[in-house]
């Protein structure tokens, strides 16, 4: 796809549609200096070399890619226009889409009717979650496992919600049993189930919290900013994915949903959404603004159901056109995501497969966890995982690998059957999200380069205990 050609013919587009209004006369004040321009843009695009290769196949590390080339021309086609999402006014054309969108990501996790929006980030989408939840069983708290996404307990905090941990069992998954304890006490309103955890890719029992859900009056959210579009996938994947897609199908009967376009949606920065399965949600948004008009017909404007007031139009038609090329089905975006959990499983096997490294546990999507298998304690774990986090960034770019840390305590060693010396109560892991398709194509060689990182098997290193 040629970008540059793309980008060209929206500028010039934007350009003509403002010469539809007619001219008017530019203020000298607001006059620049070409030249000087010319300098800052030097500046920079220097400034911006020194930036993190999220694009490349060598780029293992956290949950991001580069967005789609259709998701970068969609959002600057409706950025040099500025639409505002917070109403119809603001953003006519760009709102419209932001609920096409929308009803395409209810759509994927067939929820039977919906409201919802996008959000800046997967962490306001699931903060307006707690917010509904708040309100519809005030005074209760919510329960979410140890390994939920940070922000959940901040984010209660924030609401004056009360925080319930949940241990988890020795795959990262939420022990619902401590779960349902919680609930019987009636202290509990809300569970938040991950699908996709951002250490491990864990997935929460979802099935089975629908029971608790028919039992007691408890709320089911489920976080899966990360995980959600892997709904894309089909019951004729789970042989060959070695996944199992019941926790998808579970969603549509939760009450609501987070998933972050930005993440596996292929978009830039500044796209999360959360979807509600009760249009009726809607209630606890109301509100009184004497600066923008209220519609009261269907459907609400944005903004009626929406924390946040003024929000990206671009960020909507980035996420528009992309669906429009890359719809969300299994042949559509599927397809993305299939190739990257293939790529997981197949870099599973070679770090089995290799001596210098050790298999955390088995990826339950596409995040493989892993460590050197020299060190015999954790510190020793963590010291030498450190290090190859450090000396893999440290090469030359064209040579460079890009991983990332998860700190793990003792329990969760022991827990997986990894005996170490437990020296300190946590170290660091490494952890590759293997988040781009490309990285099918080169799985085994990137095992190859990490395990050169690693301490050679047999050699004594630091907290080797030998
Ligand atoms: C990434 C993530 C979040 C936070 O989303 P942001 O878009 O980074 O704010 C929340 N929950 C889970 C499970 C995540 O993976």
Partial sequence: MEVSKLLARVVDSARD?????GDYEPHPDTEIDEIRLGGVIDELLTRLGNSTPFFHPRYAGQMTRAPHPAAVVGYVAAMLL??????????PATSQM???AVAELAAMFALPAHIGHLTSSGTIANLEALFVARQSHPGRGVAFSDDAHFTHERMCALLGMTAHRVPTDARGAMDLDAAAELVRTGAVGTIVLTAGTTGVGAIDPIVDALTLKQQYDVRLHVDAAYGGFFALLTHDDAETLEWDPTPWRAIGACDSVVVDPHKHGLQPYG???????DPAAARHY???SPYTRMFSGAPAHLGEISLECSRAGAAAAALWTTLQLIPLRREGLGRFLASTRRAALRFAHCVEESSELTLYQQPELDVVTYFPSTPRTISGVDAESGRMLAEGMAAAPAEAIYLSALQVDAAGFGGRGHRLDADTARGRILRSALMKPEQELCVDE???RIAALAPPAGRTVAGSGR
């Fill in 17 to 21: 549609w403002e010469a539809t209004f």
């Fill in 82 to 91: 500025n639409p505002n999402n917070h109403d119809f006014a603001g953003g």
């Fill in 98 to 100: 932001e609920h096409e």
């Fill in 271 to 277: 796209c999360g959404a959360v979807l509600f399965a």
């Fill in 286 to 288: 109301r509100h009184d």
């Fill in 446 to 448: 990137l095992v190859a």
